[in-house]
């Protein structure tokens, strides 16, 4: 493949650059004036697993073996959270972008993002990647929109919000894997080169598989008729324009491929509960203020809506997240723990999630150097761990990162909303055990 011309479609040169040109330089079909980025939507999973595809089917065009797979980098196992050995040893395979201080055997940090040590040994951070697993397939994942990001249709604005998985472990492998001492964390710390390192197919493959892993849960794809027939093109082993639709991508197995069977180890995990009793904003903690830069932790209490939360699963909305597309941006979420700080650990009951973009140092005419976006942490099973049901507010904290090369961002709105649409089975199984541990509260006060 790196053997091809340039101009081949089918050329390495030509493979990585599908990824800057749908990530950072195209336009939204039949529209030149609407900007198309299928990251931070829900159609990030469905994009990646026909680029995969169609990469994957050139490869073993080139070799003449049509039972060529792609492995993929299992890093929720402890065995697997190093750069795996072949992009190491083998030149075609290998990329001197990587940053050398993580390099094997250094240990992977799934909560990374554009730092420059890990503050845990090798086994408190293989028990946060765990936990990290956890969170953003099953508890953080109740629900379609959580988990493949939010709807994104013909003509809207690039970006409407991402899904618990590309925050992390995606962003943060991408953010990790890169060399931090060049522009943008390149090549995989940003997305308009991420696909000249090999290791990047790997790692969306580990990504693609966790997509039937989620299915296998109890959980359903979405079904909107707009997911469904959202189309993208590609170039096919035989050089030939294809175009394919989202709805052709939900079943591995009909594209030919399934994944080896693995232990999940992180399936029944377990995380510690760091607040004791229910917190309340005390008058010395920095209250969030709407519309100025994100510089430090700052908390807010919000009104909950009980009877809702019996019926929904109770969701933390961060709205009107503005800052630059250019360089990288992040906080994480805590709820019932305004002592919050970076210091912080993630594998706790009261961690929420991360809202993180990857620096876009191609910054076109487009959209110019400006993010606009939102995000959304699912809490009811938060709440649920931290007794929390009877309560008439919550205490959410946010803790921003702003050191170099991380820049603020604002946002103009935090509430709590119910969802309803398209709960996992399990969720659903939870709700009705609330509403029945509700019903009888109230029958032993009567």
Known sequence: MKALPSEDPRSFTQQ???HCAY???????????????????????SFHRWYLYFHERILASLLGDDTFALPFWNYDHPDGMTIPHPYMAYPNLTDTLREPSHL???????????????IRT????????????YRMVVSGAPTQYRFFGQPYRKDDPAEPGYGTME???H???????????????????????????????AHHASLDRFWDVWKSLGNDDIDDPDYLNSEFVFYNENAELIKVKVKDSLDSAKLGYV???????????????????????????????????LTEPCSLELSRDKEAALIGDETLLVEGIEGALSVPAHFEAFVNLPVATRATMINCTEYAGRFSTLAQNIVTNMTGDFLRTSSRFSIGSIVDSLELNDQESLVVTLVPNVDSPYAPVRISNLRLQYETEGLSRHRRQQLLQQRARARASKLSQQ
Not at 104 to 118: E, F, Q
Not at 282 to 290: D, P, Q, R, W
């Open 23 to 45: 990530c950072s330089s195209a336009y939204q079909m039949g529209n030149s004036t609407m900007p198309l980025q299928v990251h931070a939507s829900w159609l990030f999973f």
């Open 171 to 201: 962003n943060s492998v991408h953010g990790w894997t890169g060399d931090q001492n060049e522009v943008g964390k390149k090549d995989m710390g940003t997305l308009y080169a991420a696909g000249r390192d090999p290791v990047f197919y």
């Open 167 to 169: 925050t992390m472990p």
């Open 16 to 18: 990585a650059n599908i």
């Open 122 to 133: 090798a086994e408190e951070q293989v028990a946060a990647n765990l936990a990290i697993i």
């Open 104 to 118: 094997p055997p250094a240990k992977i940090m799934l909560d990374y993002y554009y730092m420059n040590a890990s």
């Open 259 to 293: 994944y080896e069977d693995v232990e999940n180890v992180w399936l029944n995990w377990t995380t510690p509960r760091l607040s004791d009793g229910v917190a309340s904003l005390t008058g010395f903690e920095k209250l969030c203020v709407m519309g100025e830069d």
